[in-house]
């Protein structure tokens, strides 16, 4: 008898500290997530500045900084951690802000006058410097969601994650766009 309490005591504990591990795992990935949104939110404050300043020059480029505009809104926005769907529309809203503001700093290029503006040189290092954080922030986010992903599809982790609710996180991956050459003439016309 003592055995058989023993082995159900040893049991308990040994799925006590995997659901305490998967809650660890699910923790960091929302942390890494949560420090995606934070970069985010450093580029959508400097949007409007970029903005602003470009508009004075790129009178031509009217859409597209209007789809910046819209894209900026729809990338702040709060959503559910919780839920996979929201976190996928989130990323991939992130990704096409980052598309167009790439499409934009190349645009820029094409005005002598913007490109010179030290105002506008200013808020390409910055931009340039916060994507980097982005990018970083990507990768321990990627490497916080395999590590949760992981343990919440191996045995006996599946168990313990479908009986407490812990679901995997999804990739930040690019989009087909950004995955593909970009031909930067295409811009210039």
């Known amino acids: 008898m003592e055995g058989l309490l ?15 591990s998967l809650l660890k795992k699910r923790n960091t990935g929302r942390e890494a997530l949560s420090g995606i949104d934070v970069q985010i ?3 959508s404050n400097l949007v409007p500045n970029i903005l602003k300043t470009a508009q004075k ?12 505009t ?5 990338a702040t926005k709060s959503y559910d951690s919780n839920d996979v769907a929201q976190i996928r529309e989130h990323l991939a809203v992130a990704e ?10 190349i645009n820029v290029e094409a005005y002598p006058e913007l ?3 030290n105002t506008m040189l200013q808020a390409m290092q910055t931009y340039n410097e916060v994507e980097a954080h982005i990018s970083a922030a990507r990768h321990f986010y990627n490497a916080a969601a395999t590590e949760l ?7 006996p982790g599946s168990i313990i994650a479908s009986m407490a609710n812990i679901k995997i996180m999804p990739f930040y991956e690019e989009d087909e766009a950004s995955k593909s050459a970009m031909d930067a003439t295409d811009f210039f016309k």
């Open 41 to 43: 939110k450093k580029r």
């Open 70 to 74: 819209k894209l900026r809104a729809q």
């Open 149 to 155: 992903n992981n343990a919440v599809e191996i045995f």
């Open 6 to 20: 023993l082995a159900v005591g040893l049991v308990v504990i040994v799925a006590y500290l995997w659901y305490v």
């Open 57 to 68: 020059f790129m009178q031509h480029e009217k859409a597209l900084l209007t789809d910046i």
């Open 115 to 117: 490109k010179s503006d």
């Open 96 to 105: 096409q802000l980052n598309n167009k503001m790439g499409q934009l700093m």
